[in-house]
């Protein structure tokens, strides 16, 4: 019998396998199709918007600042750090180091994550 992730386990295995840059990991804790803000997705969806997010702030750093596990949902508070290289979340580059915070919940259902929320503040410039 396998044994299958809890959702703040899962959240923090996909986020060590993208901090490695290891994208086919971090798909591998996603349903094939899920909802991100409402919409549904497919893990190559998933796939653009990582990348873009790589290009847009290649030294991008994610510090989960709290996080809560409620049943099949998790809930984070986090601030995103990093330099703003190529547009990023519908920004035009600035070259310039940034700070947002942010909130997102998440739902995992049988070790994959199935929903994502997130909504996060302004840019700030560091």
Known sequence: MTDVLGPKAVLQ??????RQNDFEAALSFIAPESLDQGQPVTRDDWRRKWEQMK????????TTEHSLEDGEWVAHRYT???T???????QPPTGERFEVTGMDMV???????TEHW?????FRAR
């Open 13 to 18: 295995a996909m986020g060590a396998a993208r």
């Open 107 to 113: 739902r995992v259902r049988d070790g994959q994550l």
């Open 118 to 122: 997130a909504f996060a503040g302004p």
């Open 84 to 90: 703003h290289r190529a547009d990023l979340f519908g």
């Open 55 to 62: 290009a847009g702030s290649p030294d991008m750093e994610v």
């Open 80 to 82: 995103i750090r990093g």
